[in-house]
């Protein structure tokens, strides 16, 4: 099956600091990425959708300033959480579609990246 | 309303039991439903889709009722190992396909 990875799978960071997320699609090209943050007891939700070589389409009340997403490769999107503050601290996890997209096409999602800020 | 709702439990139940989960959606566009497995700390994995005729997997069986907007899951003959947060996700038409994941309903199989 589809495999896709992130890294780090955890990061502990001091408040003000900037952390870079990398997700990858190991073994299929993913012209779509999405990545999703997930607090304690919480549903997974949206943050962005990534696009090859196009600009993230960001959800409503997420800041495209503070969470830069990169989608530079058919195989790569990275997320950069910018001045990192506590309340950032969640689960952060990304997920590929493989091409072409269609109704059914499963997403396989990254291991999760846990990101904690002092 | 929110987009996906369900109840997120937990659900207690003893070995070799029969349990459903209900799942209700707002959006009456929606075009692809799905229910995934979360395990406690890790990534969902998706469990299986939900076609409009029904569709059944082993001892999982999904259903789809589009006029009630709201999709099920049933599990027979509970095992300890279908202990884990069963999360209703639903996708939406459109180029980029939209998909909203419900909270997720805990799953707890008692020995």
């Known amino acids: 099956g589809a495999v896709v990875s992130q890294h780090p799978s955890r990061v502990i960071c001091k408040s003000g600091t900037s952390v870079k997320i990398e997700c990858r699609s190991l073994?299929?090209?993913?012209?779509?990425m999405f990545w999703y943050r997930q607090f304690p007891k919480k549903s997974l939700m949206l943050m962005a959708t990534s696009n090859e070589g196009s600009k993230a389409t960001y959800e409503q009340g997420v800041e495209k300033d503070k969470f830069l997403i990169n989608h530079a490769s058919l195989t790569l999107s990275t997320l950069t959480v910018t001045s990192a503050h506590p309340e950032d601290s969640s689960f952060y996890i990304c997920?590929?579609?493989?091409?072409?997209?269609?109704?059914?096409?499963?997403?396989?999602f990254g291991p999760g990246t846990r990101l904690t800020v002092l | 309303r929110k987009e996906v709702e369900q109840d997120p439990g937990p659900f207690n139940v003893p070995e070799g039991a029969t349990v459903a989960f209900n799942c209700t959606y707002s959006n009456s566009a929606s075009q692809s439903f799905f229910w995934y497995r979360q395990d406690c700390r890790k990534e969902p994995k998706l469990l299986m889709s939900v076609y409009s005729s029904g569709n059944e997997d082993g001892r999982f069986t999904a259903q789809l009722n589009r006029a009630s907007q709201y999709i099920s899951l049933l599990i027979r003959d509970s095992k300890l190992s279908d202990s884990a947060t069963y999360l209703c996700?639903?996708?939406?038409?459109?180029?980029?396909?939209?998909?909203?994941f419900g909270i997720g309903t805990k799953l707890q199989v008692i020995p």
């Open positions: 073994d299929f090209q993913a012209t779509t």
């Open positions: 996700v639903v996708k939406d038409l459109g180029g980029y396909q939209k998909v909203t």
């Open positions: 997920s590929a579609r493989d091409r072409p997209a269609s109704s059914y096409n499963e997403q396989f």
